[in-house]
């Protein structure tokens, strides 16, 4: 004989103990059908709209505005609607099973779609780096062998050294001082001193080249002098320079890296700044009565406290400085060593045609770039264990 007890908590209280386990502890096959058939009918009208967007684009009137309107919502709708039917087909299983499921299948989208366009372009590109120049057929360590005795890929990773070395940090350094300085001023005049700093921020690379082009612009002797530098040189009694042309101690790479760091200081000053805003006030106010200068207290009590966030924009403008690509393709090519890396894949892979010496420069590239990302990740790690 089986009893029942009677559990009621109040209105709506379920009526007998254990009476909801069914519904929720067994699986629903309509939820789940439901649910799949949802998602594949989403990705599949998403899909296609954005192929109409592209090869149809006489069915939106030919116009940019509408087609990037609807697009936007359609992504985002889109995106909604796949993770609504998602969210379905999930808690259609068993309550214990959806339960540890459903944050897995929340994040397979994204992860599928960083291997699709991130870790399986990297695979193919290792892959063809042992190819020929047409990808046909294999050749070994040919490729290899090619540009590791190549002079010019030599200078161009020794250029690359340069840029790592000088860039990454004077961008930091000059972030640093920038907030450090702002903090000292008013309110209106900080907002006023940061917002000069950072507006270089929304200038394209291709941009930056441009405008840099007139402060570097040359003229020929006894010609009125349209480059700024230029200008200023002649009016102090020197020579105009062909800045892009200097080949003393790579004087040209340097002045690359100037609208580099002209770009990026702005990036450092606002992490940096925030980082300094968020130290204590009260270790301030202690190490002045202690009687500190504001060197020491900058040097002692902020200095150690804001070093996370500094090692953070130094490791992301790194990472930044390895890519660079369209200030030197803009402004030089490559010419007067300056060639960088990237600069370096794009002429052999879309000029010289070479397909497998192309990809061994990027696999060259990622092997470079892989231990400081390494280093990155358990700095981060370091970090949120120490909070």
Not at 61 to 87: D, R
């Amino acid at each position: 004989m089986t009893t029942v007890v009677q559990t009621h908590d109040g209105p709506g209280g379920p009526a007998t103990a254990g009476a909801d386990e069914p519904k929720h502890g067994t699986a629903r096959p309509v939820r789940v059908l439901v649910g799949a058939v949802g998602m594949a009918v989403t990705a599949w009208f998403v899909c296609n709209a954005f192929l109409a967007f592209a090869y149809y684009p006489e069915l939106f009137a030919n116009s940019e505005i509408l087609i990037g309107v609807l697009g936007l919502l359609l992504g985002i709708g889109g995106s909604v609607v796949f993770f609504l039917f998602l969210n379905i087909c999930i808690e259609g299983f068993p309550a214990r099973f959806s339960a540890g499921l459903i944050p897995y299948a929340f994040l397979l989208p994204g992860f599928s779609l960083i291997g699709v366009f991130l870790l399986f372009p990297t695979v193919q590109t290792i892959v063809y780096s042992f190819a020929n120049d047409d990808s046909t057929a294999w050749v070994g360590l040919d490729n290899y062998r090619a540009i590791f005795t190549s002079g010019h890929f030599w200078s161009t990773l020794l250029n690359n050294f340069l840029w790592i070395l000088i860039v990454p940090v004077v961008t930091v350094a000059f972030g640093l001082a920038v907030a450090v300085l702002a903090d000292k001023l008013s309110p209106t005049g900080e907002n006023a001193a940061k917002s000069m700093i950072f507006l270089p921020m929304a200038i394209s690379f291709v941009g930056a080249a441009t405008i840099w082009s007139l402060v570097y612009a040359y003229n020929s002797p006894g010609d009125a002098q349209t480059g700024l530098l230029n200008a200023v040189v002649t009016s102090l009694g020197g020579d105009p320079r062909t800045w892009y042309q200097i080949d003393t101690a790579r004087l040209n790479s340097l002045a690359l890296m100037v609208i580099l760091i002209w770009l990026q200081t702005g990036f450092a000053m606002v992490l940096i700044s925030s980082a300094i805003k968020g130290v204590p006030e009260d270790t301030v106010e202690a190490g002045r009565v202690d009687g500190a200068s504001e060197i020491r207290i900058f040097w002692q009590i902020i200095f150690p406290q804001v070093r996370a966030t500094l090692l953070a924009v130094l490791i992301t403008v790194l990472i930044l400085v390895l890519k660079v690509f369209d200030l030197i393709y803009v402004t030089t090519n490559g010419l007067y060593d300056t060639d960088v890396i990237a600069n370096l894949f794009f002429r052999k892979l879309f000029t010289d045609q070479q397909a497998g010496q192309a990809s061994a420069i990027v696999v060259v590239l990622l092997i470079l770039v892989i231990p400081i990302l390494i280093y990155q990740v358990k700095s981060f790690r370091q970090q949120e264990a120490n909070r």
